[in-house]
């Protein structure tokens, strides 16, 4: 993977008085000033210095949708207005520390994508994938389609429906994303359908991850999951790690010889990749 430019600025600090920077190669509309930088609320969290690790040079991405997230996102009520203290620790960087559990490339659908959280953060730090961001709510979406077209986003593609009507559209794909969206037993039913055989489950979660697999080990196998596993991810570049449930969709009959028996808890997973030109 490519090391991003060392020449990039690293000064951000996101606070009102305190501009940031923009890329005037690829933005040519939005809420940009004409010298290229605006003013955050003075709420905003402040840029972490892990961002600029995790992002690489499309840390400006990054901050472009931290401001869309503290304005708009939060006046459209996508975003509570208390989270602006923490969109980048809590939102971007909790997101996309997931990347290290993702191909380099491939075809990966988020769904209650919401306000795009995993499925932005993740679409900017891997290019070469290719992302669908389900949602139902119209206002959602709207919001989703504007952040894909300001940030130039050509790999991501923003599809209105419930999971379970949109798979003609998005399925066969290598990964299901979702971040806190149900409880586990009703989201593998919405998710393994988008799997293709052998794709890839990655449910973020809270601390009662372990609980949830437990309790409801036997209706993910139903649904043709197995080989589940709790991880952590992102030591030492968000604080607490992210926790993912990972699972793999599998035929019929490898589910019946499995019968959902790998149960892993509390594996920690690599280090988030940076992002390849």
Same mark, same amino acid.
């Given at each position: ?27 040519? !509309? ?53 989270e602006s203290g923490r969109l980048w620790s ?55 389609? &504007? ?17 379970? &009507?949109?798979? !003609? ?25 988008? %799997? ?28 043709? %999951? ?36 790998? &149960? ?14």
């Amino acid at each position: 993977m490519a090391d991003p430019d060392d020449s990039r600025d690293r000064t951000f600090v996101g606070v009102s008085g305190n501009p940031v920077p923009a890329d005037s190669s690829t933005f040519a !509309s939005g809420p940009w000033t004409d010298t290229g930088t605006v003013d955050l609320p003075s709420e905003t969290e402040g840029e972490p210095e892990a961002a600029a690790e995790i992002f690489g040079d499309r840390i400006h991405l990054a901050r472009r949708y931290v401001f869309s997230l503290a304005s708009d996102g939060i006046v459209r009520g996508l975003i509570g207005p208390r989270e602006s203290g923490r969109l980048w620790s809590r939102h971007l960087l909790n997101s996309a520390v997931v990347s290290a559990l993702l191909p380099r490339n491939g075809r990966v659908v988020d769904i209650g994508s919401g306000a795009g959280l995993p499925g932005i953060p993740l679409a900017i730090v891997l290019p070469h994938c290719e992302f669908f961001l389900v949602e139902p709510l119209e206002r959602r979406t709207v919001f989703l389609r &504007q952040v894909v077209t300001d940030l130039g986003l050509t790999n991501c593609r923003v599809v209105r429906g419930r999971a379970d &009507q949109v798979v !003609s559209e998005c399925g066969n794909s290598d990964v299901v994303t979702s971040r806190a969206v149900a409880p586990l037993e009703r989201l593998v039913t919405w998710s393994a359908p988008l %799997l293709r055989f052998g794709g890839i489950l990655l449910a973020l979660k809270g601390s009662s991850a372990a609980n949830e697999v437990a309790r409801d080990r036997v209706a993910v196998t139903r649904s043709g %999951l197995t080989d589940l596993e709790v991880l952590s991810v992102g030591s030492g570049l968000v604080e607490p790690e992210t926790v993912v449930i990972r699972g793999r969709r599998v035929a019929v009959a490898d589910r019946d010889a499995n019968n959902g028996s790998s &149960q892993n808890y509390g594996k920690r997973a690599p280090r988030a990749s940076r992002p390849r030109k």
